[in-house]
Nanobody, 115 residues
Framework: QVQLVDSGGGLVQAGGSLRLSCAAS????????MGWYRQAPGKQRELVAT???????NYADSVKGRFTISSVIAKNTVYLQMNSLKSEDTAVYYC?????????WGQGTQVTVSS
């Protein structure tokens, strides 16, 4: 089993930056892909970015060029650097880990961008 703890959210003005962190513990050897998803009020949860164990990254079109996902394997930690934040980026952000046919989720961290 994998446990994920995400953190780093907060309130920021439009154009500002935040860095989210996700610390994984437990059966981390089973994880093939880690990523960040977000859910805004009244909307479905959507993919933001993913990174594979081999370092391949993928981004939603809405965040390309502004967000960067990275990982420090030795620390079992994944980061999401968010720059040039917009009001539409306001959401609860969830870390996710996928491996062995199982998906794990973090508890979520609120990101609020004021215009």
């Amino acid at each position: 089993q994998v446990q994920l703890v995400d953190s780093g959210g907060g309130l920021v003005q439009a154009g500002g930056s935040l860095r989210l962190s996700c610390a994984a513990s437990g059966s981390t050897f089973s994880i093939n892909v880690m990523g960040w998803y977000r859910q805004a009020p009244g909307k479905q949860r959507e993919l933001v970015a993913t990174i594979t164990s081999g370092g391949y990254t993928n981004y939603a079109d809405s965040v390309k060029g502004r967000f960067t996902i990275s990982s420090v394997i030795a620390k079992n930690t994944v980061y999401l650097q968010m720059n040039s934040l917009k009001s539409e980026d306001t959401a609860v952000y969830y870390c996710s880990g996928l491996g062995g046919g199982l998906r794990s989720w973090g508890q979520g961290t609120q990101v609020t961008v004021s215009s």
